[in-house]
């Protein structure tokens, strides 16, 4: 069987909808092109987004605190189909961290153990509840990235953090965040490469490279040689039908 090669342009984690046609009178609807709405954040480090076959999509950056440049934090693209929830979906996000593929330790971790327990919006005021963990940190990075990550949305004017309901001591570092904590992102890397082949084949049909952002391969080379100072493990999926 003839073995195809294909690059696949995928975004770490992204949040996605499934969505089903629905017939009315038996009638197939007309579907809307799809379309992305950016934040200025993303469009500053990032570009134009990348376009959705359907419904509507929000791209937006989530800042990472850096371990390698203390108080530095480094943007990452992330995409959602729900706005109503996505300065939540932003957090939550965050607090998983990035410590996968070429991006293993290269980041500060929250406080094992930190969850988000609320976040409102009240009139452009954002009031955003962790659990106690939270408070045992002192880097400075990790506050920046609460901040810059939720500042980029629309409407948004103050930041409130609170541990257990209280006011937390990163409000004082927090007012001084700005976008001198940010440092430019690297060019895309790899975060790993999947195989795929049907169920019971030998043969593998499919080789998928995500990367941590969209990407534009211009040409793609297949050979026996290869650079670089990593080894990335190929893990093999199987098609069950």
């Known amino acids: 069987m003839k073995k195809i090669i294909s690059i696949l342009i ?3 984690l992204a949040g996605f909808l499934i969505y089903g ?7 197939i609807p007309v579907e809307k092109p799809g379309k992305v709405t950016a934040t ?13 076959d359907k419904g509507t999509a929000y791209a ?23 706005e109503g929830s996505i300065k939540k979906v932003a957090i939550e996000r965050l607090l998983v961290g990035m410590n996968i593929g070429s991006y293993q ?7 094992g153990g930190t ?3 609320a976040i409102n919006d009240n009139e452009g005021t954002i009031t955003v509840n962790f659990s106690k963990e939270l408070e045992t940190s002192a880097e400075a990075g990790i506050t920046h990235a609460l901040v810059l990550t939720l500042r980029q949305f629309k409407g948004v004017k103050v ?26 992102p690297s060019p895309p890397r790899l975060l790993s490469v999947t195989a795929m082949r049907d169920k019971g084949a ?40």
Request: charged share 30%.
């Open 115 to 117: 969850r988000l327990i």
């Open 21 to 27: 046609v629905t017939f009315h009178k038996k009638e």
């Open 10 to 12: 995928a975004i770490a």
């Open 105 to 111: 330790g290269e980041f500060i971790p929250f406080p």
């Open 40 to 52: 200025a954040a993303y469009e500053k480090y990032f570009g134009a987004a990348p376009s959705v």
């Open 202 to 241: 030998k043969d593998i049909e499919d080789v998928n490279a995500f990367f941590d952002r969209p990407v534009d391969v211009k040409e793609l080379k297949l050979g026996r040689q290869a650079e670089g100072n990593s080894v990335w493990l190929l893990e093999v999926k199987q098609h069950e039908q």
């Open 60 to 82: 937006f950056v989530i800042y990472f605190p850096s371990k390698k440049t203390p108080g530095k934090v480094v943007p990452f693209p992330f995409f959602t189909f729900d």
């Open 159 to 184: 930041i409130r953090l609170q541990v257990e309901g209280k006011e937390s001591r990163l409000n004082d570092l927090a007012k001084s965040t700005d976008d001198g904590a940010v440092q430019q």
